[in-house]
Antibody
Framework: EVQLVQSGAEVKKPGESLKISCKGSGYSFTIYWIGWVRQMPGKGLEWMGIIYPGDSDTRYSPSFQGQVTISADKSISTAYLQWSSLKASDTAMYFC??????????WGQGTMVTVSS | DIQMTQSPSSLSASVGDRVTITCRASQGILNDLGWYQQKPGKAPKRLIYAASSLQSGVPSRFSGSGSGTEFTLTISSLQPEDFATYYCLQHNSYPWTFGQGTKVEIK
């Protein structure tokens, strides 16, 4: 079964760093783009960026460029989303999703990130 | 960036109603558009890809149409399990962009 499994919920303080993960299984991890999507509480979906694990080619939304880093470790079939200094406004659910040539098809279950002092 | 304008932002409908949701792209995107359904606390689920192709396993009451800048998602006969929020997503060029969402509520 093709699936993406994300790391668990996080509670952090402003200024802390964080790296969340998305592990793919049931398919060849290196040949499908994986993207990240933010959903702030009660709000819509926002496309953050996407990575091709085969060569780590990465594209960001201008809204998120410089605010987060997307990476991947193909040896363990895992993509990452990281922050160096969290803000309260980073509180949101974060989804990873696999693209299949027609945008996103397979989604992770989501990781809730709460940033509060 | 390509802006996706989705309408309406919400609607109230009854079981059995025909529902239509529209997305307009700020520039032409060919048929590089998908439609997603999201229920509270869950990940989105793709219903339609390439603007009009039904995702495997999705009921045939869902259909998509359009090309270029105008796209529609139609639910031919609304069922209780269809009450959810719907989003379009363009993947013609980076950054990909979602519509603002349409919440379909029970009348």
């Amino acid at each position: 079964e093709v699936q993406l499994v994300q790391s668990g919920a996080e509670v952090k303080k402003p200024g802390e760093s964080l790296k969340i993960s998305c592990k793919g299984s049931g398919y060849s991890f290196t040949i499908y783009w994986i993207g990240w999507v933010r959903q702030m509480p009660g709000k819509g979906l926002e496309w953050m960026g996407i990575i091709y694990p085969g060569d780590s080619d990465t594209r960001y939304s201008p809204s998120f460029q410089g605010q987060v880093t997307i990476s991947a470790d193909k040896s363990i079939s895992t993509a990452y989303l990281q922050w160096s200094s969290l803000k309260a406004s980073d509180t949101a659910m974060y989804f990873c999703a696999r693209a299949d040539g027609y945008a996103f098809h397979i989604w992770g279950q989501g990781t809730m990130v709460t940033v509060s002092s | 960036d390509i802006q996706m304008t989705q309408s309406p932002s919400s609607l109230s409908a009854s079981v059995g109603d025909r529902v239509t949701i529209t997305c307009r792209a700020s520039q032409g995107i060919l048929n590089d558009l998908g439609w997603y359904q999201q229920k509270p606390g869950k990940a989105p689920k793709r219903l339609i890809y390439a603007a009009s192709s039904l995702q495997s396993g999705v009921p045939s009451r869902f259909s998509g149409s359009g090309s270029g800048t105008e796209f529609t998602l139609t639910i031919s006969s609304l069922q209780p399990e269809d009450f959810a929020t719907y989003y379009c997503l363009q993947h013609n060029s980076y950054p990909w962009t979602f519509g603002q969402g349409t919440k379909v509520e029970i009348k």
